[in-house]
Structure formats: C-alpha cells, structure tokens
C-alpha cells in the first residue's frame, strides 16, 4: 500500500476527529446559516428537489447543489444543526487530502504536511468547516478547476483533454454551489498568468471548446432543466442577482476597499504572516515547482482584489484565498526548515502586535456584561444595550484563553526569529487549540448575547402551533426554528406579515422584533400584545379575534 494513500487516510479521518464533533452545539446563525439550512428543510418538506424555496417561494439567488448536500445529511441526522453543518465537515477533510497530495506531487512530502499544517493552524480556515455557509464546497471546486488548469498550462503535461474536461467539471460544479464567480475567478487569474508569460502555452481552440461544453453540461444543467420545463425566468433572475451583487450592496455589507485584506491578515493569523516571505519571486530549483508558485501567487491576487472591488464586502467572501495563502505560508515554513532561514524581525513585531490585538479581544468577550453594566447606553442604541448587559456564564478556560494565547504567540514568534524552526508547529499547534476555543467555549456564549433570545421566541411560536413572523427586521429563523410547515392560508395579493397583522387569521399570532421599535409597533399595531421580552428583542402577540391595526 503507498505510503500517499495511507497518509491521505489518516489525513481524512484525523479531519473528521477536529471538524464533526460539536456541530450542532450552537444554534445556526442568522442570515446565512439559516437561510440554507431552511432551503433544505423545505426541499425535504416539498419533496421538491428541482426548485429552491424559502418560506415556500422561489428563492433564486443559489443554484440547488449545496442545499441537495444539506438536504441529504438532514434525512440522515434529521433536521437540526449538525445536519446543516455536517457536509462542511467532509469538506474539510477531503480539502485537507487534496492539498496533501497536491502538495506532494509538485513539491515533496515535506512541504505537503506543512501545507496541511498551516490550513489547520489559523481560526478562519477551520471555522468555516464546522460552519453552515456554502463556501467550503465552492471554493474546494473552484481551487480544483484552477488546479486543473494549472497542470494545463505546465510545459510538462501530456494529458491536455483530461485536464481540461476536469476543470471544466469541477467549475461547473462551483456555478452549481454558487454560481458564475468560480468561472469569473478562474478566467482572471489565467488571463494575468498568460499575461505574464507572454502569451506562451496559450489554450487552442478544440481545448477552449471541450472546456466550455464541459463547463456547460455540468454547471448549466439545472438551468437547463428549468428552461426545458417552462420556468426560464429562473436563469434570468440568477443573473440578475448575481450582476446585482457586483453593483450595488444588496445584503447590507458595504466596506472599505481594504476590508478583505485586515480579514486576511487578522483573522488569518499566524498563516498570513508566514506568507509574506513567499510572496516576492523565488527561485525553487525546478520549473514545476516556479509554476505552481506563480499561479498560488496570481490566484491569491485576483480572489482579493476582485472581492475588495465587488460592492457587497462578507468575511467569507475572500474565503477562496485560503488555498494560496497557506500554500505561501507553507512554502515559507518549509524554506525555513531546509535552508535554516529565520523569520524576519518586521514581521515578528507585526505578528507580536497582531497576537496582543487577538488576545485581547478574546480576553474581553468574557467580560462582556460587566462593561455593559458600565456604560450609558442612552447615547448608543438601547438593542446593544439589551444584547450586551445579559447575564452568561463564562468558564474559567475562556477567561485565560486570551492571555495565554499571547504569551506562547510571543514566545514562538521570538523563537523563530532566532532560527528556532521547529518551533512554528507549536505556533500552528496554539493556533487550532485558540479555534478550537473560540469555535467551541466562545461561540455559544457569544450566541447568546447577539441572537438566543430571538431564537427561543421562535421556538415557543412553534411549540404552541401558533403562527410567528418577524416584525421590522429580516430573519429566516423563524422559519427554521418554528419547523413552518407550509405557506399561510392568505390572500395571494397578501405579503405574510401583512396577513398576520391585520388578516382574518385562524390562529394566534406571535410577532419578534427589535426594542428599538417598540413604540412604534404598538402605536401603529395597536392590536398587539407585548408577552416577553428579552436579550433585545421583544415577543408580541396577536390573538385571533383582533385585527385591522396599521398599513
């Protein structure tokens, strides 16, 4: 048995062992989260599996693919958290393999477990396997496309129709995820190699065909299946979102330019900092090893840049730069250690500051009421106040998590600027402990103060069979966390809400909103009841012999 295959499966499991336990710990969190999750909890509940549905309606802003992954995990462990998060997971574990033994085939095994290392050593990275988000899978897709194009234009590869059929698969498999941006990506990034290299080794013309039926058979088949039955306004409505979110902010997350390169750089940590040396150009003795370094390095580039141009700015948005990136950091860990290089002293202090930042802000999440219980709130928003003065236990690990995680952070940095190699896998080692920490003791409690509350309101909704929607704010979880069985018994010309507040309906309604709008709910939905309120959020009621309040 090759000594690949067994370390590819000890790779594999040992993943599973650090991403499958503890996924359903914590509630899912609004919006993403949620949003899929219920897409396919209402794919099982429909038994319609061709169509994307949230609240019952033609959702069309994703493709159905990843909703079919969380579709088939939830009739395994049921409709719950961990089913939504358990095929990010396995994401996880197969990324970890294919970094391996690509890793392996252009460089050595050396340098392959340093890139498994470095994957697993920054908190990002191994949150997003034990998220719910669609990411992972898209970007795992995307990478493998532009991997298959890599060894296509490698001056040393023989098998040109193989790899440029798997890249147009797995390409097509990201349109399928996500959408169009896996290609956008793709195209970039091979646009600026030939631009670099002059144009040499330029695709001909039977290969760019192969690769867009390819692309096309795969990524446009569910298109296609709307289009054959009748429901063409399905493509057409994808392309308008997606064109949409390049222009303009449509979920409500307009920053800086800068905003993905502070994401990277913090909450990348240690691995952003390790990949600053491989950045410039290097000289790695062999022409194989120069090309895959110079694609990591465009491919790095162009994910950034695009998405810092690209209007709409979420933290997992530049999640597809975590292949180059620790790709970069493993290459500079795996100089260090053959050619006894030491880390640079800028690059020590900046990681020591960066460290001081992490570790304070880990410090002060447990103190979190106390502070609240300080400051006037009257001058900030009462919501945050209501949120942020909360009574949550915190353990004694999440209290000495933050300081211990600078001193040994200051330790290992000092050391590996003093030519102390070995000492980065500790570095790595306190890296996945601290996501460990944070993903495990930290997550929950934080999810009490930013969204419990809101979550147990839906929940009493549905235990009691009565009807729940939220009022003057957007959320899916009372979709979810109320298990809504079906679309309301309404006037088609009726949005939801409108109907429960002010409709002939035949059970009471709960209502879920924001205290800041309290007054104004009531006075303009006199009809409402206040029953609860709690952690920012107030529960109204509306009994089913009351109506006509408000527009």
């Known amino acids: 048995m090759k000594q690949s295959f067994i370390h590819s499966v000890l790779i594999f499991l040992g993943a599973l062992m650090l991403f499958v336990p503890f996924l359903g710990e914590v509630h899912l969190f609004d919006w993403d989260e949620l949003n899929f999750a219920e897409a396919a909890r209402e794919m099982l509940l429909t038994q319609n599996y061709a169509l994307v549905q949230i609240n019952f309606e033609t959702f069309l802003e994703k493709p159905p693919l990843f909703f079919w992954m969380q579709a088939i995990s939830m009739s395994i462990f049921g409709v719950n958290e961990f089913a939504a998060r358990f095929p990010n997971a396995i994401c996880g574990a197969v990324t970890l393999v294919v970094i391996y033994n690509i890793g392996r085939r252009w460089f050595d095994t050396r340098l392959a477990w340093w890139w498994v290392l470095t994957y697993l050593g920054a908190l990002l990275p191994v949150l997003y396997f034990k998220s719910g988000i669609i990411d992972p899978w898209f970007n795992l897709f995307i990478f493998l496309g532009v991997y298959y194009g890599i060894r296509f234009t490698s001056k040393y590869q023989e098998r040109k129709k193989r790899v440029v059929i798997m890249s147009g698969f797995f390409l097509g498999l990201a349109l399928l995820i996500k959408g169009p941006v ?87 940590f240690p691995i952003s900092l390790f990949a600053m040396p491989a950045v410039p150009r290097m000289r790695l003795q062999t022409y194989e090893r120069d090309h895959f370094h110079l694609w990591m390095k465009i491919l790095f580039w162009v994910v950034l840049i695009l998405f810092s141009i690209v209007k709409t700015k979420i933290v997992h948005y ?41 570790g304070a802000t880990y410090s002060a999440l447990p103190w979190i009421n106390v502070w609240g219980a300080r400051v006037n709130w009257s001058e900030i928003d009462a919501f945050t106040a209501a949120q942020f003065t909360q009574e949550v236990s915190w353990s004694v690990l999440t209290r000495w998590a933050g300081p211990v995680f600078v001193l040994l ?108 709008r309290k007054e104004k709910t009531l006075k303009e939905f006199p009809q409402l009841q206040v029953v609860d309120e709690k952690g920012g959020y107030v529960l109204y009621y509306r009994p089913i012999d009351q109506g006509l309040g408000g527009s």
């Not at 290609?183 to 670099?196: I, K, P």
């Not at 002059?198 to 298109?223: D, K, M, N």
């Not at 890296?431 to 929940?459: C, N, V, W």
């Not at 979880?477 to 507040?501: H, T």
Request: with cysteine; glycine share 8%.
């Open 318 to 358: 530049s999640s597809m730069a975590y292949f180059p990136l620790t790709f970069l950091a493993a290459l500079t860990l795996y100089r260090f250690e053959t050619r006894n290089r030491r880390l640079h002293i800028g690059l020590t202090v900046l990681g020591i500051l960066i460290a001081i930042l992490l």
């Open 409 to 516: 952070s200051i330790v290992f940095l000092l050391g590996l600027s003093a030519g102390k190699v070995s000492w980065v896998r500790y570095q790595l080692l306190v890296g996945l402990l601290m996501s460990l920490t944070l993903i495990i003791h930290i997550t929950p409690q934080a999810e009490i103060y930013l969204q419990r509350s809101a979550i147990d309101f839906y929940k009493r909704a549905g235990a009691e069979g009565a009807y729940i929607h939220p009022i003057g704010m957007k959320s899916y979880g009372y979709l979810f966390y109320s298990e809504k069985s079906g679309p309301l018994p309404k006037p088609d010309d009726m949005r939801d809400g409108k109907w429960l507040l002010t409709g002939d309906i035949d059970k009471p309604a709960y209502f879920v909103g924001r205290n800041t």
């Open 182 to 268: 896996g290609l956008l990506v793709f195209l970039l990034a091979g646009a600026v190699y030939f631009v670099v290299k002059r144009f040499y080794g330029f695709p001909r013309l039977p290969h760019i065909l192969l690769f867009l039926a390819v692309f096309f058979l795969t990524g446009e088949s569910w298109f296609l299946y709307h289009a054959a039955t009748g429901t063409p306004e399905v493509v057409a409505e994808f392309i308008r979102v997606q064109s949409n979110l390049f222009s303009s902010d449509v979920a409500g997350q307009a920053q800086p330019f800068w905003y993905h390169f502070v994401v990277i750089l913090i909450g990348c």
